[in-house]
């Protein structure tokens, strides 16, 4: 295996990041159900169902609003191999070491049991434990289907139009594009450095580079937040979201809105 893996993995997940962060942009501007509705509505509608998603405490409802953020995301161009890769691993992964204690610490009628461990799992933590994991999985669905299938600015400036505080806007508009501008400056120095090494190096001496490296970046961290916000206050930037393109609700936003309260309202009746 070569000793540069560490370095060129490095190299690859910058290269996906940007990669990932292109194919949100196209599928935000490819005509889909979720992309003809006015943003706000999109907002609103996404939010009703995510905080159904919180209050129902029954698996078969919960399972009903996947299946709809899945038909959703289908419908708005976002592709389920996407969502699987990006977002329901990792989901899983994550959630299933918070949840994982449930199993053996909520009791209830045992099911299975490892006398060896003293471990036994009951019905009532499977329970817990499913639904945990498939709550998180529904709302973190819904949520990444109206990043993609919205420009970020108009997110933020459907906030805006909520009287969201301007301070909060401001934080989400700058962590967005400084998040951007660190993993390209990043991507300059392993570029930088790749470019200059001759022969293999040490698992010792990539070590040592990455740390130089990432004691580096924290330094420049500093310095490129100040530089990008007085690229925004130069480009008229004042903490409020202005786009060329107004917001103007349809008939069919109204519509669109009624048909998300609707679901969401009878989603969390039906699963109390």
């Not at 993993?183 to 070590?207: D, K, L, P, W, Y």
């Not at 786009?243 to 109390?272: E, N």
Request: aromatic content about 8%.
């Amino acid at each position: 295996m070569s000793r540069h893996s560490f370095i060129e993995s490095t190299l690859r997940g910058f290269s996906r990041a940007f990669s990932n962060a292109l194919a949100s942009e196209h599928v935000a501007n490819q005509p889909g159900l979720l992309q003809q509705f006015d943003p706000r509505v999109r907002v609103i509608g996404m939010l009703a169902l995510v905080i159904a998603v919180v209050i129902c405490r029954r698996l078969a409802v919960i399972t009903a609003l996947l299946l709809l953020a899945m038909v959703i995301a289908i419908a708005s161009r976002v592709s389920l191999a996407s969502l699987a890769k990006r977002v329901w691993l990792v989901v899983l992964g994550f959630t299933g070491i918070i949840a994982l204690p449930a199993l053996f610490t909520v009791p209830g009628k045992p099911i299975w049991s490892v006398p060896a461990l003293s471990l036994t799992i009951s019905a009532q933590g499977l329970r817990s434990c499913v639904l945990l994991v498939l709550r998180v999985e529904t709302a973190v669905t819904l949520t990444t289907v109206l990043v993609l299938a919205t420009p970020w600015m108009h997110i933020l400036k459907a906030l805006r139009s909520f009287h969201l505080p301007a301070d909060a806007v401001t934080m989400l508009a700058m962590t967005h594009r400084y998040v951007f501008l660190l993993i390209e400056t990043a991507n300059q120095m392993f570029e930088s450095r790749e470019s200059r090494m001759v022969g293999v190096m040490s698992a010792s001496a990539q070590r040592r580079v990455a740390a130089r490296t990432a004691g580096l970046l924290l330094s420049k961290s500093v310095e490129l937040s100040h530089e990008v916000y007085l690229a925004m206050l130069s480009r008229g930037f004042r903490g409020d979201v202005r786009l060329l393109t107004g917001f103007r609700m349809k008939f069919y936003d109204y519509a669109a809105l009624s048909a998300f309260l609707f679901a969401g309202g009878a989603a969390a009746w039906m699963g109390r």
